[in-house]
């Protein structure tokens, strides 16, 4: 069964990582209002990259059969998609955008627009060993564990997140989003 009907003139959007937040997706997207959290089957969750504003690198999603990610689905005006893309940094060649279906916990699917790195990263088994050169900062971290426990993730989901392995970098964002500690 699909999801109740969007709003004429918006779109979803599944985040995954930081804009699980809303103080962070607010930032460039004040519009956006939150619809529910899914789970997007098939997928994990992954790091690579590094990004100056993080001190770390950063989220993606990659297809891994029988794993899942779970996030926040957000409905947001069309005439802010460019605001979003250019949040997830699609014009500066890092993320580029796909449509998934993502399912809540009631069973509905929901297709939604969501962000993916162009370059897949190297296999890891667990995110609690992820090499230097992929963890995120500890302030990406709390942005996106804060995000999770805001809409209310599993708390199974939670307790992954808060076991990925950081780099120990906290960003002056933190203060901007009234974030402390995970």
Same mark, same amino acid.
């Given at each position: ?11 979803? @959007?599944? /985040?995954?990582?930081? *804009?699980?937040?809303? $103080?962070?997706?607010? =930032?460039? %997207?004040? !519009? ?62 890092? @993320?580029? /955008?796909?449509?998934? *279906?993502?399912?809540? $916990?009631?069973?509905? =699917?929901? %297709?939604? !627009? ?69």
């Amino acid at each position: 069964m699909y999801g109740s009907a969007i709003v004429a003139g918006t779109f979803l @959007y599944f /985040a995954y990582g930081s *804009n699980l937040l809303s $103080s962070r997706l607010h =930032i460039a %997207n004040p !519009r956006a209002v939150f619809k529910d959290i899914a789970r997007l089957q098939d997928y994990k969750i992954d790091f690579m990259g590094f990004s100056q504003v993080w001190s770390g690198s950063v989220g993606t999603i990659v297809k891994s059969p029988s794993s899942h990610v779970w996030g926040v689905i957000w409905e947001i005006p069309n005439e802010d998609l460019t605001n979003l893309d250019g949040q997830e940094g699609v014009d500066a060649g890092y @993320y580029k /955008a796909l449509n998934v *279906n993502v399912t809540n $916990s009631d069973g509905k =699917i929901y %297709n939604c !627009r969501t962000y993916q790195q162009l370059t897949d990263p190297d296999p890891i088994v667990e995110l609690n060993q992820l090499p230097n050169d992929r963890q995120p900062s500890l302030a990406y971290l709390k942005v996106i564990v804060h995000g999770a426990q805001d809409h209310q993730l599993p708390s199974d989901y939670i307790e992954f997140l808060k076991n990925i392995k950081h780099n120990w970098n906290e960003t002056i964002i933190l203060k901007e989003l009234n974030i402390c500690d995970i």
